[in-house]
């Protein structure tokens, strides 16, 4: 009877075992959640990761190349003090005079150009085809030559503007053959010299006087060259 008493003991622990281990699908799973977007550094190092957007209403990325914004400012009128040449041409300074010219008076420029924006002043015409003017103050006065209606040479004779060789009116003679080594010397009808310096298709003449500049020319290289040994031209 002992021996039957702790086997049916045994066989009802084992069911009561086996009850308590039984199938679970009956019971709810917790409901999957969403992932949420970390707010740290992804593996490259970029906040949101590769395959984040920019949210509504970002600036550009910061290696986006700047929009250069276009100016819609009209040229300087006379005695209007800006130092900038007549609408969609840029000018260079003007204190500094290179062979194709100073400020907006640049060799070939149409007369007409810096006639709309007051770049000029009394236009006298000298031959059919040629007039001469003079230019603003704000770049020292040039004397300006006009051929077939456009810029073909200009005088400068105000010691305040220099050529990008630093030379100006007051440099000694010895000097200015040191800045311009490639030029040579001209001698007018009447013997007086000058220093002429080539540079593509325009030129430089520096008057000389005893034995310093006194004016300098710039424009088409035949045209200053002739003009000043043969008075001839524009």
């Not at 800045?179 to 007086?192: E, F, H, N």
């Amino acid at each position: 009877m002992r021996l039957r008493h702790a086997t049916l003991a045994v066989v009802t622990l084992t069911l009561l075992g086996t009850a308590g281990c039984g199938d679970d699908s009956g019971d709810t799973a917790p409901a999957a959640q969403a992932p949420v977007a970390s707010a740290g550094p992804s593996a490259d190092g970029g906040l949101g990761g590769p395959g984040a957007s920019a949210a509504p209403g970002s600036s550009a990325a910061p290696g986006a190349p700047a929009t250069e914004g276009t100016s819609a400012a009209k040229p300087p009128k006379k005695g209007g003090g800006a130092a900038q040449g007549p609408a969609g041409k840029p000018a260079s300074s003007p204190a500094v005079l290179t062979a194709a010219g100073i400020g907006p008076y640049q060799v070939g420029i149409r007369q007409s150009e810096l006639t709309s924006a007051d770049l000029v002043g009394k236009v006298t015409k000298t031959k059919d085809t040629c007039t001469t003017a003079r230019g603003l103050g704000e770049y020292h006065t040039p004397a300006l030559a006009f051929a077939g209606g456009k810029l073909q040479r200009l005088t400068v004779t105000s010691p305040k503007v220099t050529t990008p060789a630093g030379a100006k009116v007051g440099t000694g003679y010895p000097n200015l053959k040191g800045m311009y080594p490639g030029g040579k010397q001209l001698d007018d009808w009447v013997g007086a010299s000058a220093w002429y310096a080539v540079d593509g298709g325009n030129a430089l003449l520096f008057r000389i006087e005893d034995d310093k500049v006194t004016s300098i020319d710039a424009g088409a290289a035949p045209a200053v060259q002739f003009f000043y040994t043969d008075k001839q031209g524009c």
